[in-house]
C-alpha cells in the first residue's frame, strides 16, 4: 500500500519542515516582512525637517539636485525612509561639518563618532529620538566617480565647483531605534 498524504496535511507539513529548518539553522520564517505602505506621514515628517533647509551661508543646491529627494526602499526585508538634498558650498568640509554639528546639537540631535576603521571618511551623523519616532541624520561627502556614476558628468562638474555635500534624514518605516554605523 503506498504511503498517502491528504491535500490538507501537505500544507501543514511543509509549513512545519520550514520552521524546523529555520530555526535550526538562525533563521526566522516568523518576522514581520516591513513594507512602505502607509509610510506617507512619517516621510512628510522627515521632508520637513529644518536641517534640510538649513545650509550653511554661501551654500547652494545644484541644477541638478534641486529640491528635497526622497524615497522608501522595502527591498531588504525592513522598510528604509530617508530624505535628503545636494548642496555645494565653496568652503571646507570641515565648515560644512562644523555647522552642521552646531544646529543638529541645538535642535536635540546626538553625535554618533565614526567607528576608528572610518576616521571622517563618511562625514558626521547624529540620531535623535526614542523607540517608535527614531531618526538618523548623516552628512557625507561623495566622491567625484559616485557622482558621475549615479548622476552623470553633469552633477560632478557642478559638485567639483567646491565642497559638495549631502545630507539626509532616515529612519526605519515603525521608527525602531537605529544606530548610524551599523
Do not use: N
Amino acid at each position: 500500500m503506498p504511503f498517502r498524504i491528504r491535500p490538507g496535511r501537505t500544507a501543514v507539513l511543509l509549513l512545519s519542515a520550514a520552521f524546523v529548518a529555520g530555526g535550526l539553522s538562525g533563521c526566522s520564517f516568523l518576522t514581520p516582512f516591513k513594507t512602505c505602505e502607509g509610510t506617507g506621514a512619517r516621510m512628510k515628517e522627515l521632508e520637513s525637517l529644518p536641517l534640510l533647509a538649513s545650509p550653511p551661508p554661501g551654500a547652494s543646491a545644484p541644477r541638478t539636485f534641486d529640491g528635497v529627494s526622497s524615497e522608501c526602499a522595502d527591498d531588504s526585508g525592513d522598510a528604509w525612509l530617508s530624505a535628503g538634498r545636494t548642496y555645494v558650498y565653496p568652503g571646507t568640509r570641515q565648515e560644512v561639518l562644523d555647522h552642521y554639528r552646531k544646529a543638529a546639537e541645538a535642535d536635540g540631535w546626538r553625535f554618533e563618532p565614526e567607528p576608528e576603521r572610518g576616521q571622517g571618511r563618511w562625514g558626521s551623523c547624529f540620531t535623535k529620538g526614542e523607540e517608535g519616532q527614531a531618526k538618523t541624520f548623516a552628512v557625507s561627502f561623495p566622491p567625484a566617480h559616485f557622482v558621475t556614476e549615479f548622476y552623470g558628468p553633469e552633477a560632478a562638474a557642478e559638485l567639483a565647483s567646491g565642497s559638495g555635500f549631502e545630507i539626509t534624514v532616515g529612519s526605519e518605516a515603525d521608527g525602531a531605534m537605529t544606530s548610524c554605523w551599523s
